[in-house]
């Protein structure tokens, strides 16, 4: 049995995990910014890192505490080292380097990406590799086959901008507030998706990429013809938003041989509206459905301690740098159209 400690600060929350080899999670604690980027209406990088540097060390001591452990008592140290604002990463990635010195503990570098890609696999023992993958949150939306630890083939990404951006910049326009996700997601389900014509961008099109830029400007003028109600505004955009998550994960799936369940995770995976249509997609092609439980959607450090366990006895250098980019699939071609995301 081996115990992993996971690191987890490359957006805004700051967080640390005790998981072992038999999937429990030890214990846990998260330290959301939230309030401290509110006035702001996004995350504000610097005050990002700053927080991280106030609050990581004692909240890792809280963490061992809960367990009842102490560093002695762990096998590895894993910490997220990218993507992602790389102040932050770079506060998560040096700390997980001093306990790994400190205790003589070997350090495991963690693609956060591959963090939410496998997060479903602590949830569900069951889980095997081939699965196709719908990762989708704040700063990422792809469709990869999780082929094993650390191979991955990328069939989708967005040109522009990530399913979770396109729910927060929503939010922003309906005034909603920050974090937006969530706000959305309940403003939807007192709306009528009907009243408000939205477009599908990239709906049918041959290659399973996607494009949320034409949705959220056309939200915009939608909210500034005065002419509807913002809860149909939600409601017609989370609609649309589905559809094109649908299209463009019902074409992967036609262009995989056999996997082995359709997978979501990432933050926009907490979306219930989301889970519900990916779950009859899924049944429509005889697959399983995975969906990991919602605190394991969002941004934790279970998921970062738990790629560590996947990874138990490999390390990484004490000189490894922190990534602000770090691609599942390096061999992925370049997507036509696409700005300067992953
Ligand atoms: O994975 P995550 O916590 O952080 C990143 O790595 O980006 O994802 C955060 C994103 C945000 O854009 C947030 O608005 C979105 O996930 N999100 C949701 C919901 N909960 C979080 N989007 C739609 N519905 C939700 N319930
Ligand atoms: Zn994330």
Known sequence: MGIVLGIESSCDETAAALVDSGRRILAQRIASQDDAHRPYGGVVPEIAARAHAERLAPLIAATLADAGMELGDVDAIAATAGPGLIGGVMVGLVTAKALAMAGDKPLIAINHL??????????DPELQFPYLLLLVSGGHCQLLLVEGVGRFKRLGT????????????????????????????RLAAEGQAANVPLPRPL?????PHFSFAGLKSAVLRAKESGRYADADIAASFQQAAIDCVLDRSRK?????TAPTALVVAGGVAANKAVRAALEGLAAEFGLPFVAPPLPLCTDNA??????????????????FAARPRWPLDPDAAPVRGAGVKA
């Open 114 to 123: 591959e963090g939410h890609a496998l997060s479903p696999r602590l949830a």
């Open 158 to 185: 967005t040109i522009d901008d990530a399913l979770g951006e396109a729910f927060d910049k929503t939010a922003k326009i309906l005034g909603l507030g920050f974090p937006g996700g969530p706000a959305v997601e």
């Open 203 to 207: 709906l049918g099109s041959a290659e």
């Open 252 to 256: 992967a799936l036609e262009l995989v």
């Open 302 to 319: 279970a998921m970062i301690a738990w790629a560590g366990v996947e990874r138990l006895g490999q390390s990484d250098p004490l000189d």
